[in-house]
């Protein structure tokens, strides 16, 4: 991250995963910055052909042709692979009931806290294994999810630094990943060329 300046103070933020962390930022429980709830819809409702997308417990975005949210919002799953699926979404959508909904910010760019919590959620999920087996989110965990609060334009600034990183490496996965299925085209026309 070359493109960040180090700061000039920093201080203990309390917990073990985190660290130090820069002494203006704030250190807030992640209910005082998103209403957090889940969706009422359940799998059996997408729609192959739907209108709108519809977050489920996967990786994968669903459709239907209902929608209950118009609004910006972050989304992870409830149970199953939990502290792995992140979606981001700002317009028309659907979710189901045991993925949780982060929207309505205060302090918060949504975009900020779906990276922050796409990078940290799995530290604490992690933290509660050691100790019992979770197999799902319970809302406690998330309301008390201890949440990094940089000044807003360093959001941006850590947002916009985060989108263009991001979307480079996708885009050289999926030129590598062409260019596996090219080699694999061609090991295939070599097996039948020396086998006919």
């Known amino acids: 991250m070359s493109e960040f300046k180090r700061y000039s103070a920093y201080k203990d933020s309390g917990i073990e995963w985190l660290g130090k962390i820069p002494e203006h930022w704030e250190l807030r429980r992640l209910k005082y910055l998103s209403d957090i709830k ?11 052909n739907g209108k709108y997308p519809f977050f489920i417990r996967s990786p994968k975005v669903q459709k239907i042709n209902t929608y209950s949210y118009d609004e910006e919002a972050v989304l992870t799953a409830g149970d199953g692979d939990i502290g792995k699926i992140f979606h981001y979404i700002n317009g028309k959508f659907e979710v189901h009931q045991r993925v949780y909904k982060f929207s309505n910010f ?11 919590l796409h990078y940290h959620l799995a530290e604490e999920v992690i933290k509660l294994s050691s100790k019992t087996t979770v197999d799902s989110l319970r809302l ?15 959001q941006i600034q850590i947002t916009n630094f985060l989108d263009k990183k991001t979307t480079q490496i996708d885009k050289a ?17 070599l097996i039948n060329d020396a086998v006919t």
């Open 38 to 48: 889940t969706g009422e819809k359940d799998t059996i409702h997408k729609e192959e």
């Open 106 to 116: 205060n302090k918060i760019i949504g975009k900020y806290l779906y990276f922050y």
């Open 140 to 154: 406690p965990m998330l309301q008390n999810f201890p949440t990094l609060l940089p000044p807003i334009s360093e």
């Open 173 to 189: 996965i999926t030129l590598k990943e062409q260019f596996i299925e090219r080699l694999k085209e061609r090991r295939q026309i």
